[in-house]
């Protein structure tokens, strides 16, 4: 099914639907690494706690100093501090690399694993799920949505424990210093925190519009390049330059908004700093005239002010991105859990070099979904060693009754037997190994053309390879590539749509398998070489059962058995001649091409 | 990079003017808080002083702050105009010029890439101006002034702040050269990883077809390896980039203090509280020369990604566009729907052989001309050269008389429809689509009439909202026959003097296929019309047909000419339909 909506662009304000329970989730699978993690709390704990004892020692080392203005300064007591505090300088930045470092591997070990569960899972999928899926979606899992997890676990599991030893630590030493002082530096740090959160909500909003903006030009551009000859030819150059820069237009104004808004918080910050800077020094000044802190604890107060302000924005950030997090933890985990393939057990098996392939459809029903059926009744009856044709307009289910036979879908009811075995007593595995298919779609990867042939196949020599290209054409046309079979085939190259075809053929070929189905195969051939391939086919596969569908009626003119598919139905049946004669809806078909 | 800032305007150029000044504005007041500060300090220490004393500087110094929140409101605001300004006029820029480029241009840089360099390359650019703008005009002036304020102090202070510099740049430097290449090649394994899952997903019938999927799951797992690999050695050695660069900067206030207490004591009574006061002040600039630097260093960091993608830009913009416009934009000869070839050869640019050699025919108003020929004989080519997406090699093309270079483009076009073989669809309306193009007050009627012809008012009829049916990017929502239809329709609404057909057929059944050449013949009686096609059944009865092989004009006339003359045609003949098919069609 096709979708519309594009998945949602803006991956900012994204919430998950269940923002507890994708977190459980989460947390459970990070079962096995629970270990590693507390340990990374812990260092995580330990380095912010040293980072609070910091100032606190800096205090009485200016102290110190102070004291000793007038009577001179105890210099064994100064060297012993600086000492002591360039060890907890030192253990503070060591734990927190061992903390980011146990994260890291944390992090990449979990991905790895989400990434190959996911491509596993991808194969255990019965393909009844791709139909409402787009390839897109799973994509997007894959990488987008499993690397916001792994950015999330490795900055903000470390830096929100961080941040919260360091702001409950950082409240404690301050009240602990001077409540005064502490409540100064509290209010004077929310204040711009609030003005922070206001222009954050702001800025949110631009953010959201300028991806949508942006999502929109990228649609328009992607429209435009790829459509370029029928834009030209249609004079369609105003059109789209209107469009164009009415879309510029609007993201120009989103994205120097989002981007002015965003670019507020460091200057606030720092306004913040110093405006908590100037309030701990006016009121510590009153207090010092008291006679009730010392300078040494105003100086504590100025580091105080800068490390409280830092944990909360720490925070926060940590808070959007759990939120994104969950939401992604959250599709990985609804991909992982959809329902799988049953696991076939005790099942018979036909071997690949006895099977004869007398195959037969009894009374089979099927529809992708429950209310539309497509294949009604169909039952046909076919002979080992016959060339089965099926012709029919599309929708007619041509293409669903290879997906039964492959087992790719399952009837809904009836049966389908090969060799008087139900194909549901045998497993998809054995089932695939009977048949060579070759599809419309030709399916190449990116690799050598060597490569692309042999495929997984086990014991092909290049001899083997090199006369499948003969006898399908290619041969020659491979030689005269820069590097001949090891040419790698990737997207913009000079290989043609049915040349790909050819070479999905070949590889086919090299299966061996007694069973041949070719789904719209050589549709983009030519007749000359179709028929070639064709003769070369009927050599390979003598006495084994084909399957052809085919738009062409001379691809299909010689096969033992038509079969005229309409509405899920078999309308007629025999071979050219007997359908010829019949002057039904098929000699219509193949009449209409010497009409005018 | 710098050529593409030559793109922004004046008004721009005056922004950037301002925000130096501001910016200037802005060191001043950062650099004048630490004096204030000095201030309080010495006032602290001073005993009988009373608060009015503190609360002097005091606002003083938050005036300066909010002085330097002002301005850089507003150096934010101007480098948010000019990066979106620049990266508003560089889209389109670009956007313009792809526009203009032909088939050569556009296949040398793949569509994919064009699209790239017009979407993430120009994000990129945009990030970088916006945040790097205001850090190229700061750093250093920050770091000057920063320097002589401090400069004079103390030298062992100066010292001290020096190899802390020199130590965290030493550090951000080893970082990058070993992360940044590592960095680009994420990008690449990422895609990799993308391209693999992409794979397994198109191919899944094939896929379990062959039952590879553990071929499959093993390919995926080695590209997964390898990418975590890579991301774990840069993640580990970014890990140390924050506590390393705490230890400096704590390890450097810890040090100027400690230094302090030497000069301290070193210092004579008077100077003492003095040189306490100063002890205070330098560690908050010794901070932003620091800061500073580090801000020089982040341009080194982030300017290569951005020059990346500056050339990348570039390129595009510099492009010489082989296919140069006419100026012939009215009718100067009196044949309408005429086509003459003579003696067009023509040869993919950086290719060793001829595409086409020698072809010459003439084909007249009204007549309907086939090309037929093997997979790579050259036919879709040759029909390509009309609409000018390639320029011939050598030989000249008339249509209506005229060389096709002389023609003003949109006016040679506007002769033309064209169906290509994969039909286009853009998002919009099913009415939408099949006026794509055409003058504004098209009527209703003649969209419903061309969908007629084109065999598609069935099907549309049948749409929740007909002609006013969404059209999903790619046409995704219908199907490849749907879709066809659609764009001959587009083409019939157009009204063209000459049609051309680039095997648009094939995705059509017999029947389709043949009512709808039955439709538009009687549609268009006047009409030229060039078919490309695969089946004999649909060219049977043209006027010309023309058969090519390997490039060259091998037959050209009526099926039942070419039957006798032509061994390629009666090959390609034969293999579609027997012999007394032939003789009785």
């Known amino acids: ?596 | 990079m710098i050529k593409l800032l030559k793109r922004l305007g004046k008004k721009e150029w005056l922004l950037v003017l301002c925000s130096t000044i501001f910016i200037i504005g802005q060191v001043y007041l950062d650099l004048k808080l630490p004096d204030y500060m000095t201030e309080i300090t010495t006032f602290l220490q001073q005993k009988g002083s009373t608060i009015k004393d503190v609360l002097i500087p005091g606002s003083k110094m938050i005036l300066c702050a909010l002085g330097s929140l002002t301005s850089s409101f507003i150096v934010g605001y101007f480098a948010a105009t000019i990066a979106s300004t620049l990266s508003k006029t560089i889209r389109k820029d670009v956007f313009q010029k792809v526009l203009d480029f032909g088939m050569e241009e556009i296949n040398r840089f793949s569509t994919g890439s064009l699209i790239t360099r017009t979407t993430n390359d120009i994000t990129q650019i945009q990030t970088v101006i916006s945040i790097g703008l205001q850090l190229i005009i700061k750093a250093p002036i920050l770091a000057v002034w920063a320097i002589y304020k401090i400069a004079g102090k103390a030298w062992q202070w100066s010292l001290a702040t020096g190899i802390a510099t020199l130590v965290l740049l030493t550090l951000i430097t080893i970082l990058v050269t070993l992360v940044m290449p590592k960095f680009k090649k994420i990008q690449s394994l990422t895609d990799n990883l993308n391209k693999i899952t992409r794979e397994n997903l198109t191919g899944i019938r094939v896929i379990r077809a062959f039952n590879a999927e553990s071929y499959q799951e093993n390919k995926f797992n080695e590209a997964n390896n390898e990418l975590t690999n890579t991301n774990l050695f840069t993640q580990r050695l970014m890990a140390s980039m924050s506590p390393i660069m705490n230890l400096v900067m704590s390890g450097l206030t810890l040090s100027i203090y400690f230094i302090g207490a030497y000069l301290i004591e070193a210092a004579n009574l008077m100077d003492k509280i003095n040189v306490f006061s100063n002890m205070v002040v330098f560690s908050a600039y010794a901070m932003q020369v620091v800061m500073a630097f580090m801000m020089l260093a982040m341009i080194f960091f982030i300017y290569p990604r951005a020059s990346v993608s500056a050339k990348r830009i570039l390129e595009v913009l510099n492009t010489n566009i082989n296919i140069k416009n006419g100026k012939i934009s009215k009718d100067i000869t009196k044949e309408t729907g005429t086509i003459e070839f003579v003696d067009v050869s023509f040869r993919y640019p950086d290719a060793e052989e001829c595409m086409l050699e020698n072809i010459s025919f003439k084909i007249n108003k009204g007549e309907i001309v086939a090309f037929i020929g093997s997979t790579g004989s050259g036919k879709s080519t040759l029909i390509n050269l009309i609409p000018r997406f390639y320029d011939v090699t050598s030989g000249t093309i008339l249509v209506d008389g005229v060389d096709i270079r002389e023609y003003n483009q949109e006016y040679l076009y506007s002769k033309l429809g064209y169906i290509p073989q994969k039909a286009v669809m853009f998002s919009g309306t099913v009415g939408y689509n099949i006026s794509y193009g055409a003058k504004k007050n098209i009527q209703k009627n003649k969209i419903i009439e061309s969908l007629k012809v084109a065999q598609g008012y069935d099907f549309v009829s049948k749409m929740p909202e007909k002609l006013k049916s969404h059209i999903a990017q790619g046409g995704t929502n219908i199907s490849g026959g749907q879709k066809q239809r659609l764009a001959i329709a587009r083409a019939i609404t157009k009204n063209p003097e000459i049609y051309i057909f680039d095997d648009s057929f094939s995705a059509l059944d017999y029947k389709t296929d043949l009512s709808l050449r039955k439709e538009l013949k009687q549609y268009t009686k006047d009409a030229t019309i060039l078919i490309v096609a695969q089946r004999i059944g649909t060219i049977i009865n043209a006027d010309k047909i023309v058969v090519l092989e390997n490039g060259k004009m091998v037959g050209l006339g009526k099926h039942k000419d070419l039957l006798k003359t032509c061994q390629v045609y009666k090959e390609i003949a034969l293999s579609q339909l027997s012999k007394e098919e032939l003789e009785n069609a």
């Open chain 1, 1 to 596: 099914m096709p979708s519309f909506g594009k998945g949602s662009v803006n991956k900012i304000a994204e919430k998950p639907k269940d923002f507890k329970d994708s977190i459980k989730k989460l947390i459970k699978s990070l079962n096995s690494y629970s270990k590693l993690i507390s340990l990374a709390i812990v260092l995580a704990i330990l380095s912010s706690i040293l980072t609070i004892i910091g100032p606190d020692k800096i205090q009485d080392f200016t102290n110190e100093i102070l004291n000793g203005l007038i009577s001179g300064i105890d210099f064994t007591k100064i060297v012993n501090m600086a000492i002591f505090l360039i060890i907890i300088y030192l253990l503070s930045s060591i734990f927190g690399y061992l903390q980011g470092f146990i994260m890291a591997t944390v992090t990449n070990k979990f991905t790895k694993e989400l990434r190959n569960n996911i491509a596993q899972k991808i194969n255990k999928l019965p393909l009844r799920y791709f139909d409402n899926t787009t390839y897109g979606d799973v994509l997007s899992r894959v990488t987008n949505d499993v690397d916001t997890l792994g950015q999330t676990m490795n900055n903000s599991i470390g830096s929100l424990v961080g941040a919260i030893v360091l702001f409950i630590g950082v409240i404690i030493m301050m009240f602990i210093n001077n409540w005064m002082m502490a409540l100064t530096a509290i209010f004077s740090t929310f204040i711009g925190f609030i003005l922070m959160t206001i222009i954050m909500k702001k800025s949110q909003k631009y953010f959201n519009t300028q991806q949508n903006e942006l999502g929109r030009i990228n649609g328009h551009i992607e429209e435009i390049y790829s459509g370029h000859n029928v834009v030209k030819v249609y004079n369609g150059v105003k059109d789209a330059n209107k469009k164009f820069d009415d879309i510029n237009k609007k993201l120009f104004i989103s994205s120097k908004k989002s981007q002015f808004l965003s670019g507020l918080m460091h200057p606030i910050m720092a306004f913040i700093g110093n405006f908590g800077y100037v309030a701990i020094c006016v009121v510590g000044a009153m207090l010092v005239i008291e006679n009730k802190i010392s300078i040494g604890s105003i100086v504590a107060f100025m580091i105080y002010v800068r490390l409280f302000s830092s944990p909360l924005t720490t925070m926060a950030q940590a808070a959007t991105q759990l939120q994104s997090a969950a939401a992604a933890s959250e599709r990985v985990f609804k991909f992982l859990e959809e329902k799988e393939m049953p696991i076939e057990k005790d099942r018979k098996n036909l071997d690949k070099i006895q099977v004869k392939g007398n195959i037969s459809f009894e009374h089979v029903k099927f529809g992708y979904n429950k209310n539309k059926t497509i294949i009604k009744d169909f039952n046909v009856k076919i002979k080992s060693g016959q060339k089965i044709a099926i012709v029919g307009p599309t929708g007619a289910g041509k293409t669903t009754l290879v997906n039964l036979l492959m087992k790719f879908y399952e009837t809904n009811s009836g049966d389908i037997k090969i060799d008087n075995i139900s194909i549901k007593d045998l497993t998809r595995e054995n089932i695939h190994e009977l048949f060579s298919m070759v599809l419309q779609d030709t399916w190449l990867f990116n690799g050598t053309i060597k490569e692309n042939i042999i495929y997984n196949q086990k014991n092909i020599t290049f001899k083997e390879v090199e006369k499948a290209c003969q006898i399908v054409g290619l041969d020659h046309f491979i030689r005269t590539l820069p590097k001949g079979y090891n040419t790698v085939i990737n997207d913009a190259d000079s290989i043609s749509s049915g040349q790909k075809q050819l070479l999905t053929i070949a590889r086919s070929m090299l299966e061996k398998a007694p069973l041949l189905i070719l789904d719209e195969a050589t549709s983009s051939v030519d007749t000359r070489t179709e028929e070639l391939v064709q003769k070369a086919m009927d050599k390979l596969t003598e006495g084994r059962t084909s399957f052809i569908i085919a738009h062409r009626l001379s691809t299909i003119k010689n096969a033992d058995l038509i079969l005229v598919l309409k509405d899920g139905d078999i309308v007629e049946q025999g071979n050219h001649q007997e359908l010829i004669k019949q002057n039904g809806f098929y000699a219509e078909l193949y009449n209409s091409q010497f009409e005018n």
